[in-house]
């Protein structure tokens, strides 16, 4: 099955520094790569997502890099802000719909 | 348009009792995942449906879970008998393909503690 890592485990940044999240996967079968951020007692909610025939996407001061020959993926934000303070988790997944997510990366933004 | 709806919100049990949770995913949404995420984990997998059809259910323990989506629409997840290592929140997220790779719209999770 699919092994998923996410490191660093924690991440604690300033305001307005910028955060990177990676996330490896195993299965070569995986073809759909995105990024869930769950804030605290809330639902996951999908923030932005990259499919294999794409290195890279920007969603304002989010983007996702992609390097499908070392297997893994990343999550970038600029310029961050309290409100990004939230658990992040990667999801890798493959044609027939089957995703497995990462153990989460907590990200706390100091003031 | 509503989200995915799940109850109850929260639940305590006693261990060896039976527990149920119910789910009503996004209308006209064909897949319906439930996942279990205990604390400070990721979401894992317990069952996948499309429409009524559970095409993967691998790492649901069929010993004491059972899940159903009757008429491809609302589905329920029962426990019976629960144990201790239960306790977690039960997530519920519907997508609107067929064995495509999207967005999961996930409901607000019915959290379980089993005393």
């Known amino acids: 099955g699919e092994n998923v890592e996410q490191h660093p485990s924690t991440l604690s940044v300033q305001e307005g520094d910028s955060a990177v999240i990676k996330c490896t996967y195993s299965d070569s079968a995986s073809n759909y790569f995105p990024w869930y951020k769950q804030e605290l007692g809330k639902r996951p909610q999908l923030i932005i997502d990259i499919r294999s025939n794409v290195g890279e996407k920007k969603d304002q001061r989010i983007a996702v890099t992609l390097n499908k020959t070392a297997k893994h993926f990343s999550l970038h934000i600029t310029e961050t802000q309290p409100e990004d303070s939230a658990v992040y988790f990667c999801g890798p997944g493959d044609s027939w719909g089957k995703l497995q997510f990462g153990a989460g990366t907590q990200v706390v933004v100091t003031p | 348009e509503a989200g995915v709806v799940q109850s109850p919100r929260y639940k305590i049990i006693e261990k060896k009792q039976p527990v149920a949770f119910w789910c009503n995913p996004i209308?006209?949404?064909?897949?319906l995942y439930w996942y279990r995420q205990n604390l400070g984990q990721g979401p894992e997998l317990l069952i996948r449906y499309e429409n009524e059809e559970a095409v993967d259910d691998s790492q649901l323990p069929k010993d004491r879970f059972s899940a159903e989506r009757l008429k491809g629409v609302d589905s329920t997840l029962k426990i019976q008998p629960a144990e201790l290592g239960d306790s977690a929140v039960y997530l519920c997220a519907s997508s609107p393909g067929l064995a495509a790779t999207g967005e999961l719209f996930f409901g607000e999770g019915s959290r379980l503690t089993v005393l």
């Open positions: 209308s006209g949404h064909n897949t």
